[in-house]
């Protein structure tokens, strides 16, 4: 049973008296830890994928469970939806699988010669991008497999993301740098330098150019594509696991190390938002298309819906 504190929360956007809350839809379970989550296109499936190796497919709705993407041989690190139904996941055994929308595996990309710890898959759904405890980044077409080999991080790489023009591939390590290389001319860009533990996160603005990052430091950044810092938000020893910006990129909700949810306000560069959402880290954030909700994953193998209430 879920706790009463986590109902209801409500924080205040700013001096134009938007407020914003956060209200709890409904919970979810795998049989371990869920690592990420991600709505299809029209919002009405949710898909979690867990450290039990499965992918579980949701209707947003009515929390049915309707589906499961078995064949990964370790936990799965994360999933996607490619804008006709198709899926694409990555697991900790090295691998990335594409499914069809009913199911079935269709394709397996492999070359990770340690854990994949990470991935993102592009808003078109042409490009994948991986990275792994070999502490390389892999660049991958979801049509023909394997576009480019990125070395140069001293640690594992535990988070990456592509840019919503699909010319940058960012990439976080524990060597506590974010890199930005170039997707079209398969070369570094630049090093960004100012967290002082491990890039956790990394999310790409889907409305500016606007990279944020979160760390165990238990600070936010953010940056424009040029290495710039514009901002840091937070601190203290509470790590931030998740991110992830609404689709307008007004808001950036973030999952920590003490089970909380933020939602930090982009423009005014500030939290707004922190709430108790589950038992210990948050792993995983994601809003729906529309950004009327908000799915939040967890160490605690919970997944919970929560309607993003703005008046």
């Given amino acids: 049973m879920v706790s009463a504190m ?12 938007e407020s914003i809350r956060l209200v709890l839809q409904r919970s979810l379970s795998h049989n371990n830890a869920v690592y990420w989550a991600a709505f299809n296109k029209d919002g009405k499936t949710l ?7 499965n992918v579980k497919l949701w209707t947003v709705a009515d929390g049915k469970h309707v589906g499961t993407l078995k064949g990964h041989g370790d936990g799965v690190a994360f999933v996607g939806f490619l804008p006709d139904g198709s ?3 990555a697991s900790l055994d090295r ?7 009913d199911g079935k595996a269709t394709q397996t990309f492999t070359g990770h010669q340690d854990y994949l710890s990470c991935a993102a898959l592009s808003n078109s759904g042409a490009l994948l991008a991986s990275g792994g405890f070999d502490k390389t980044v892999r660049l991958w077409s979801t049509k023909s497999g394997a576009l480019a080999t990125f070395s140069g991080h001293t640690g594992n790489v535990q988070s990456v993301a592509i840019s919503p023009d699909e010319k940058i591939v960012a990439s976080g390590s524990d060597d506590r740098t974010i890199r930005l290389w170039d997707a079209q001319a398969k070369k570094l860009l630049r090093t960004l330098d100012g ?10 603005s889907p ?28 601190k203290g020893s509470v790590g931030i696991k998740s991110l992830a910006f609404s689709p307008d990129g007004k808001l950036l909700a973030a999952g920590g190390t003490d089970g909380k949810i933020r939602l930090v306000k982009v423009s005014e560069r500030r939290e707004i ?16 298309p529309a ?21």
């Fill in 6 to 17: 986590f109902l209801l929360a409500a924080g205040f956007a700013g001096g134009d008296g």
């Fill in 207 to 234: 409305r500016e150019d606007l990279l944020a990052s979160s760390s165990g430091d238990g600070t936010i950044r953010l940056w424009n594509l040029e290495g710039k810092p514009l901002a840091t938000i937070g």
């Fill in 291 to 311: 950004g009327t909700l908000l799915a939040s994953t967890g160490f605690d193998n919970a997944i919970h819906i929560w309607e993003v209430r703005v008046k």
């Fill in 273 to 288: 938002l922190r709430i108790p959402a589950h038992k210990n880290s948050v792993y995983g954030v994601a809003f729906n």
């Fill in 87 to 89: 899926i694409a996941t």
């Fill in 95 to 101: 691998s990335l699988k594409l499914w069809s929308a």
């Fill in 195 to 204: 967290h002082k533990l491990t890039v956790d996160a990394l999310a790409f």
């Fill in 47 to 53: 898909a979690t994928a867990s450290l039990d190796n």
